[in-house]
C-alpha cells in the first residue's frame, strides 16, 4: 500500500508564488514515478509534471515550463511542486500521484492518487 497527502493549496493572488507538497508513505519503490495533475472546474484531470524518484529527471507540459517546478526530496519522501507567477487559470484541484511502473512521460499508468489540495489564484 501507498499512502499520498497532499497539502499547501489555499487563495492567493496573481502573481503569487505557492509550493505544495505530497508525503508519501507505505510501501514504495525507488523506481517510482511521481506526478501532479489537477483538475479545472468543468475540465478534466490534466498532468502538470511528474518526475522518477530514483534519477531526478522530470517531464513538463508546455503550459508547466518556466512557472512550475517539480522536485523531491528522498529523506523527507516528499514531492513538491513549485508554482510561480500564478494565473487564474491554474486554480484548480492538484492531486499527487505514483506510478509503480516507473515510465517517465505522457504514457505513466498512475495508480495510487492522494485526496488533492484546492489552489484558487484570484484576479
Known amino acids: 500500500q501507498v499512502q499520498l497527502v497532499e497539502s499547501g493549496g489555499g487563495l492567493v493572488q496573481a502573481g503569487d508564488s505557492l509550493r505544495l507538497s505530497c508525503a508519501v508513505s507505505?510501501?514504495?519503490?525507488?523506481?517510482?514515478?511521481m506526478g501532479w495533475f489537477r483538475q479545472a472546474p468543468g475540465k478534466g484531470r490534466e498532468i502538470v509534471a511528474s518526475?522518477?524518484?530514483?534519477?531526478?529527471?522530470?517531464y513538463y507540459t508546455d503550459s508547466a515550463k518556466g512557472r512550475i517546478t517539480i522536485s523531491r526530496d528522498n529523506a523527507k519522501n516528499t514531492v513538491y511542486l513549485q508554482m510561480n507567477s500564478l494565473k487564474p487559470e491554474d486554480t484548480a484541484v492538484y492531486y499527487c500521484a505514483a506510478d509503480s511502473f516507473g515510465r517517465l512521460g505522457p504514457r505513466a499508468k498512475y495508480d495510487y492518487w492522494g485526496q488533492g489540495t484546492q489552489v484558487t489564484v484570484s484576479s
Open positions: 507505505g510501501r514504495t519503490f525507488s523506481n517510482y514515478v
Open positions: 518526475i522518477a524518484w530514483n534519477t531526478g529527471r522530470t
